[in-house]
């Protein structure tokens, strides 16, 4: 009997709002990365049939140009909508400490805000109803060639 292969599935949709002003920074060999936490609201109803709220807090980061198009474009309670990857990271904290951590890689970010005055190529696109949204296909470059074909076969 053939060897059944599970499929490897890493895809995540979020949207919600800031909930402070974006970090943004620069690698030692100059790759902007840019990371900021959104909230997530979800209302359901209680055992005594009465609506509840929960709010769930996820972490983002974006590297490359999507980072660099975050640098001028988020800001403490914008909303945005996130299409990512999962990915974990473990790192040790200052009393040596191990700690991991679960953020959602974003490869597409959709800035569903208007922009004040200051930029405005931003604000002309955003009258137009038309959505602003970036794509950072910068990880491609280490895909394998099956891996490419995969991808691109939609």
Not at 25 to 39: D, G, I, L, Y
């Amino acid at each position: 009997m053939a060897e059944l292969k599970m499929p490897e599935i890493n895809s995540v949709v979020i949207a919600g709002n800031l909930t402070k002003d974006p970090t943004i920074r620069e690698t030692s060999n100059r790759t902007p990365v840019v990371n900021f936490h959104v909230a997530v609201n979800r209302r359901f109803k209680d055992s005594r049939d009465q609506w509840q709220e929960d709010v769930c807090y996820v972490g983002v980061v974006a590297w490359n140009k999507l980072a660099e198009s975050c640098k001028n474009r988020l800001k403490k309670g914008n909303a945005v909508l996130i299409d990512g990857e999962l990915q974990s990271r473990t790192f040790k904290t200052d009393d040596n400490k191990s700690r991991t951590i679960v953020e959602i890689k974003a490869k597409k970010i959709q800035f569903l805000n208007k922009l004040s005055h200051n930029n405005s190529e931003y604000e002309k696109k955003s009258e137009l109803g038309k959505s602003e949204d970036f794509d950072d296909n910068s990880f491609d470059k280490f895909l394998t060639n099956e891996e490419s074909n995969l991808i691109n076969e939609d």
